[in-house]
């Protein structure tokens, strides 16, 4: 399948460990945060999304953390598993409907 | 299957000649997207439904490209006159009915123009 990202910050992780992905958004007035997968050849896959009027959401082996003081969104996945590793991108959205992408992160998860 | 569907998956064109694209949205959403990505980079946003009415443009989407929904269900984008920098993955993705849900995504359809 064709690449998703050639030249993207990537995180390494061995099997079994916690990983931590980050991600600095723009805009203060943004009030809906979502994290998506991307795997080769594949459309962006909805992991989990945060409202600004919370700091912490937990869903199966995923958290995101919110930190509206400085803009900060991290995603957390315990228990890092092969079928794990993609690109992962952070998504705000303000006011309208549209998402604004960050950058994306590759996530490599090795035995 | 019920998620997101885009036909076809691969388009191949020469420069200058028109192409369209078809996307179904899962069944109960009422707002539609379409978004473009090139290699290394996130989505970005091109434009925006709910149900038949078109919301939302952003200034990527030159005189070169127009979407339609006519009927508040599939969406179909039309690129005219094709050029080089129309190489890219064109995605779409729906949610609803409110605002402020998640948008699930189609796997795209990747244009290469020759």
């Known amino acids: 399948g064709e690449s998703v990202g050639l030249h993207l910050p990537t995180l390494s992780v061995q099997e079994g460990d916690n990983s931590i992905i980050n991600c600095a958004y723009s805009?203060?007035?943004?009030?809906?945060f979502i994290w998506y997968k991307q795997e080769s050849g594949k459309g962006p896959q909805f992991i989990i999304d945060i409202r600004s009027n919370m700091d912490k959401r937990q869903g199966q082996r995923v958290t995101v953390l919110l930190n509206k003081t400085v803009k900060h969104l991290s995603l957390q996945i315990a228990a890092t598993q092969p079928g794990d590793s993609a690109v992962y991108f952070c998504a705000e959205m303000r006011r309208t409907d549209k998402l604004i992408f960050g950058t994306g992160t590759r996530l490599q998860v090795f035995p | 299957d019920t998620g997101v569907s885009q036909d076809p998956r691969h388009k191949i064109t020469k420069r200058g000649q028109n192409v369209t694209f078809r996307c179904d949205p899962i069944s109960e959403h009422n707002r539609l997207y379409w978004y473009r990505q090139t290699l290394g980079q996130g989505p970005e946003f091109l434009t925006y439904f709910q149900n038949e009415a078109q919301l939302e443009k952003s200034r990527l989407l030159s005189d070169r490209f127009s979407a339609e929904r006519p009927k508040g269900s599939f969406s179909t984008l039309e690129i005219q006159r094709t050029e080089q920098g129309d190489s890219a993955m064109y995605l779409c993705?729906?949610?609803?009915?409110?605002?402020?849900?998640?948008?699930?995504f189609g796997d795209g359809t990747r244009l290469s123009i020759l």
């Open positions: 993705a729906s949610s609803g009915p409110h605002s402020n849900q998640p948008q699930h």
């Open positions: 805009n203060s007035a943004s009030d809906y």
